[in-house]
Protein backbone atom coordinates (compact mmCIF):
# COMPACT_ATOMS: atom_id res chain seq x y z
CA UNK A 1 0.00 0.00 0.00
CA UNK A 2 1.18 3.32 -0.52
CA UNK A 3 1.43 5.87 1.94
CA UNK A 4 3.15 9.44 2.54
CA UNK A 5 4.84 11.01 5.43
CA UNK A 6 5.11 14.69 6.01
CA UNK A 7 7.68 14.51 9.58
CA UNK A 8 6.18 18.29 10.89
CA UNK A 9 2.96 19.18 11.41
CA UNK A 10 4.67 22.74 11.50
CA UNK A 11 7.16 25.24 9.74
CA UNK A 12 7.94 28.33 10.82
CA UNK A 13 10.55 30.75 8.77
CA UNK A 14 11.22 33.98 8.64
CA UNK A 15 10.20 35.98 5.68
CA UNK A 16 12.74 36.50 3.01
CA UNK A 17 13.97 32.96 4.43
CA UNK A 18 14.59 29.76 2.09
CA UNK A 19 11.59 27.32 3.46
CA UNK A 20 11.50 23.66 2.96
CA UNK A 21 8.46 21.21 3.49
CA UNK A 22 9.80 17.86 3.96
CA UNK A 23 7.48 14.70 2.63
CA UNK A 24 8.85 11.12 2.35
CA UNK A 25 6.64 8.50 0.13
CA UNK A 26 6.26 4.42 0.29
CA UNK A 27 4.99 2.75 -2.59
CA UNK A 28 5.11 0.14 -4.82
CA UNK A 29 6.75 0.58 -8.45
CA UNK A 30 7.03 4.40 -9.79
CA UNK A 31 5.51 6.95 -7.76
CA UNK A 32 3.35 10.07 -9.28
CA UNK A 33 4.02 12.52 -6.27
CA UNK A 34 2.29 15.96 -6.11
CA UNK A 35 1.98 19.20 -3.90
CA UNK A 36 -1.28 20.88 -3.06
CA UNK A 37 -1.57 24.03 -0.93
CA UNK A 38 -4.80 24.49 1.10
CA UNK A 39 -5.61 28.27 2.54
CA UNK A 40 -8.34 28.55 5.14
CA UNK A 41 -11.58 27.51 4.26
CA UNK A 42 -10.92 27.12 1.10
CA UNK A 43 -10.13 23.83 -1.64
CA UNK A 44 -6.74 22.55 -2.17
CA UNK A 45 -4.93 24.28 -5.34
CA UNK A 46 -2.34 21.94 -7.39
CA UNK A 47 1.75 23.43 -7.30
CA UNK A 48 3.74 21.00 -8.35
CA UNK A 49 4.49 17.12 -9.33
CA UNK A 50 6.53 14.82 -10.39
CA UNK A 51 6.06 12.39 -12.85
CA UNK A 52 8.91 11.59 -14.55
CA UNK A 53 12.15 12.77 -16.17
CA UNK A 54 14.21 15.60 -14.62
CA UNK A 55 14.16 15.43 -10.40
CA UNK A 56 13.62 19.29 -9.90
CA UNK A 57 10.33 20.29 -10.66
CA UNK A 58 9.31 23.95 -10.69
CA UNK A 59 5.54 24.98 -9.71
CA UNK A 60 3.52 27.91 -9.52
CA UNK A 61 4.40 30.35 -6.98
CA UNK A 62 8.25 30.18 -7.07
CA UNK A 63 7.77 26.69 -5.44
CA UNK A 64 10.31 23.85 -6.58
CA UNK A 65 10.65 20.19 -5.37
CA UNK A 66 13.43 17.64 -5.93
CA UNK A 67 12.39 13.87 -6.36
CA UNK A 68 15.36 11.95 -4.89
CA UNK A 69 14.31 7.92 -5.51
CA UNK A 70 17.25 7.25 -3.06
CA UNK A 71 16.12 8.42 -0.27
CA UNK A 72 12.13 8.52 -1.02
CA UNK A 73 11.46 11.78 -0.88
CA UNK A 74 9.82 14.84 -3.04
CA UNK A 75 10.90 18.04 -0.17
CA UNK A 76 9.33 21.07 -1.54
CA UNK A 77 11.06 24.91 -1.24
CA UNK A 78 11.40 27.95 -1.86
CA UNK A 79 14.04 30.16 -2.26
CA UNK A 80 12.95 33.49 -0.56
CA UNK A 81 9.33 33.03 1.60
CA UNK A 82 6.46 35.19 1.73
CA UNK A 83 3.87 36.14 3.73
CA UNK A 84 1.54 35.27 1.82
CA UNK A 85 2.70 31.45 1.30
CA UNK A 86 1.71 31.11 4.97
CA UNK A 87 -1.43 28.37 4.55
CA UNK A 88 -1.20 24.45 4.95
CA UNK A 89 0.83 22.36 2.76
CA UNK A 90 0.10 18.72 1.75
CA UNK A 91 2.67 16.25 -0.20
CA UNK A 92 0.63 13.27 -2.07
CA UNK A 93 1.62 9.96 -3.82
CA UNK A 94 0.05 7.69 -6.53
CA UNK A 95 0.94 4.82 -8.66
CA UNK A 96 -0.26 4.50 -12.46
CA UNK A 97 -3.19 2.96 -12.50
CA UNK A 98 -6.72 3.28 -11.28
CA UNK A 99 -5.61 3.90 -7.61
CA UNK A 100 -6.57 6.65 -5.28
CA UNK A 101 -4.12 9.45 -4.44
CA UNK A 102 -2.84 9.23 -1.17
CA UNK A 103 -2.31 12.28 0.88
CA UNK A 104 0.05 13.24 3.99
CA UNK A 105 -1.26 14.87 7.00
CA UNK A 106 -0.26 18.35 6.03
CA UNK A 107 2.29 20.75 7.64
CA UNK A 108 1.43 23.83 8.44
CA UNK A 109 3.81 26.89 6.81
CA UNK A 110 4.04 29.97 9.18
CA UNK A 111 5.99 32.53 7.05
CA UNK A 112 6.82 35.39 9.87
CA UNK A 113 7.48 39.29 9.01
CA UNK B 1 -15.22 31.35 -14.74
CA UNK B 2 -13.76 27.59 -15.31
CA UNK B 3 -13.76 25.63 -12.05
CA UNK B 4 -15.11 23.08 -10.07
CA UNK B 5 -18.18 24.13 -7.97
CA UNK B 6 -20.27 22.61 -4.84
CA UNK B 7 -23.25 23.51 -3.79
CA UNK B 8 -23.95 23.86 -1.22
CA UNK B 9 -21.13 25.59 0.83
CA UNK B 10 -22.37 24.80 4.45
CA UNK B 11 -25.26 22.13 5.45
CA UNK B 12 -26.18 21.72 9.28
CA UNK B 13 -28.57 18.86 10.01
CA UNK B 14 -29.97 16.37 12.58
CA UNK B 15 -28.83 13.12 13.11
CA UNK B 16 -30.38 10.65 10.81
CA UNK B 17 -31.47 12.59 8.11
CA UNK B 18 -30.54 12.40 4.41
CA UNK B 19 -28.87 15.31 2.38
CA UNK B 20 -26.88 15.75 -0.86
CA UNK B 21 -24.29 17.65 -2.02
CA UNK B 22 -23.51 18.47 -5.65
CA UNK B 23 -20.51 19.38 -7.77
CA UNK B 24 -20.21 20.51 -10.98
CA UNK B 25 -16.83 21.05 -13.12
CA UNK B 26 -16.63 23.05 -16.48
CA UNK B 27 -13.27 22.15 -17.01
CA UNK B 28 -13.87 19.18 -19.50
CA UNK B 29 -12.02 16.67 -17.38
CA UNK B 30 -13.05 13.25 -17.37
CA UNK B 31 -12.49 12.13 -14.21
CA UNK B 32 -14.07 13.35 -11.01
CA UNK B 33 -13.66 12.43 -7.21
CA UNK B 34 -15.10 12.57 -3.40
CA UNK B 35 -13.13 13.39 -0.58
CA UNK B 36 -13.31 13.99 2.78
CA UNK B 37 -11.34 16.25 5.55
CA UNK B 38 -11.99 15.64 8.98
CA UNK B 39 -11.40 17.99 11.88
CA UNK B 40 -7.78 16.86 11.87
CA UNK B 41 -7.55 17.86 8.27
CA UNK B 42 -6.84 14.99 7.37
CA UNK B 43 -7.80 14.29 3.95
CA UNK B 44 -9.23 11.13 2.40
CA UNK B 45 -10.64 9.44 -1.19
CA UNK B 46 -13.90 8.34 -1.08
CA UNK B 47 -14.70 7.71 -4.89
CA UNK B 48 -14.05 8.10 -8.43
CA UNK B 49 -15.72 8.25 -11.43
CA UNK B 50 -14.58 8.03 -14.89
CA UNK B 51 -16.85 8.99 -18.02
CA UNK B 52 -19.80 8.36 -15.02
CA UNK B 53 -18.39 4.67 -13.67
CA UNK B 54 -16.84 4.14 -10.90
CA UNK B 55 -13.75 3.46 -10.37
CA UNK B 56 -12.56 3.88 -7.10
CA UNK B 57 -14.78 3.50 -4.08
CA UNK B 58 -12.60 3.56 -0.65
CA UNK B 59 -14.55 0.98 1.72
CA UNK B 60 -17.19 3.90 2.56
CA UNK B 61 -20.28 3.15 4.10
CA UNK B 62 -23.36 2.20 2.17
CA UNK B 63 -25.05 4.91 3.41
CA UNK B 64 -23.08 7.27 1.13
CA UNK B 65 -24.05 6.94 -2.60
CA UNK B 66 -22.59 8.55 -5.78
CA UNK B 67 -24.31 9.78 -8.23
CA UNK B 68 -22.64 10.77 -12.13
CA UNK B 69 -25.34 11.80 -14.45
CA UNK B 70 -22.76 13.32 -16.66
CA UNK B 71 -19.09 13.04 -17.36
CA UNK B 72 -19.60 17.21 -15.52
CA UNK B 73 -21.46 16.12 -12.69
CA UNK B 74 -20.78 13.73 -9.59
CA UNK B 75 -23.53 14.41 -6.42
CA UNK B 76 -23.07 12.59 -2.72
CA UNK B 77 -26.34 11.54 -1.38
CA UNK B 78 -26.08 10.79 2.34
CA UNK B 79 -28.63 8.21 4.06
CA UNK B 80 -28.80 8.08 7.79
CA UNK B 81 -26.83 10.96 8.84
CA UNK B 82 -24.30 10.33 11.76
CA UNK B 83 -22.40 12.31 14.25
CA UNK B 84 -19.17 11.40 12.73
CA UNK B 85 -19.92 12.19 9.03
CA UNK B 86 -19.34 16.00 9.88
CA UNK B 87 -16.40 16.74 8.06
CA UNK B 88 -15.88 19.38 5.18
CA UNK B 89 -15.90 17.43 1.56
CA UNK B 90 -14.38 18.14 -1.34
CA UNK B 91 -15.30 17.51 -4.91
CA UNK B 92 -12.31 17.51 -7.20
CA UNK B 93 -11.78 16.29 -11.55
CA UNK B 94 -8.68 15.67 -13.24
CA UNK B 95 -8.43 15.62 -17.10
CA UNK B 96 -8.36 12.43 -18.69
CA UNK B 97 -7.13 8.79 -17.61
CA UNK B 98 -7.38 9.12 -13.75
CA UNK B 99 -4.01 6.38 -13.86
CA UNK B 100 -2.09 8.95 -16.35
CA UNK B 101 -0.79 11.13 -13.25
CA UNK B 102 -2.84 14.04 -13.81
CA UNK B 103 -3.21 17.06 -11.35
CA UNK B 104 -6.66 17.21 -9.51
CA UNK B 105 -8.27 20.45 -9.52
CA UNK B 106 -10.43 20.89 -6.13
CA UNK B 107 -14.10 22.39 -5.39
CA UNK B 108 -14.04 24.98 -2.21
CA UNK B 109 -15.49 22.35 -0.12
CA UNK B 110 -19.34 21.80 1.86
CA UNK B 111 -18.90 21.52 5.50
CA UNK B 112 -21.16 19.29 6.85
CA UNK B 113 -22.39 19.19 10.53
CA UNK B 114 -24.63 17.16 12.09
CA UNK B 115 -25.97 17.84 15.24
Known amino acids: AQSVAQPEDQVNVAEGNPLTVKCTYS??????LFWYVQYPNRGLQFLLK??????LVKGSYGFEAEFNKSQTSFHLKKPSALVSDSALYFC???????????FGKGTRLSVIA | DTAVSQTPKYLVTQMGNDKSIKCEQNLGHDTMYWYKQDSKKFLKIMFS???????INETVPNRFSPKSPDKAHLNLHINSLELGDSAVYFCASSQGIAGRGYEQYFGPGTRLTVT
Open chain 1, 27 to 32: VSGNPY
Open chain 1, 50 to 55: YITGDN
Open chain 1, 92 to 102: AVKTPGNTPLV
Open chain 2, 49 to 55: YNNKELI
